[in-house]
């Protein structure tokens, strides 16, 4: 893979990431508009703002797979979802066990070796 296509993974990962945490805020908002109307709740800008990034990060994905193979690109995907608890901690607050980074370091160490040979 060339550079642009590692940054493309890889920016793919961060969008994901990013994506998590506004469905989290379009929930939290949601919760708030549902009590004044369904119609007001489903037009939540989180909520849209999250589709529209998701619906973004679908055509980045698409053209990531026009040229490199699923098995190659797909492990970034998990660097999204290590990314998200991250996230948590510094925009919501959340706490994380001390066995995250651990965790986090194994699948930072399983994507580099999925990306070898």
């Known amino acids: ?6 940054a493309a993974c890889l920016s793919f990962a961060v969008i994901m990431g990013v994506g998590q945490m506004m469905f989290k805020f379009a929930a939290q908002d949601i919760r708030i508009r549902a009590e004044i109307s369904p119609v007001f709740a489903a037009f939540s800008p989180w909520l849209i ?3 529209v990034l998701y619906a973004a ?6 053209g990531i797979l026009m040229y490199v193979p699923l098995s190659k690109a ?3 995907a998990l660097l999204g979802a290590a990314l998200v608890p991250i996230l948590a901690v510094l925009a919501l607050g959340e706490t994380l066990s001390i066995y995250y980074p651990l965790g986090l370091g194994l699948v930072v160490i399983g994507v580099m070796i999925t990306q070898l040979g």
């Not at 990060?57 to 698409?62: A, E, M, P």
């Open 74 to 76: 797909y492990p970034f």
């Open 57 to 62: 990060s679908t055509v980045l994905w698409v």
């Open 1 to 6: 893979m060339t550079i642009w296509l590692y």
């Open 49 to 51: 703002a999250a589709i």
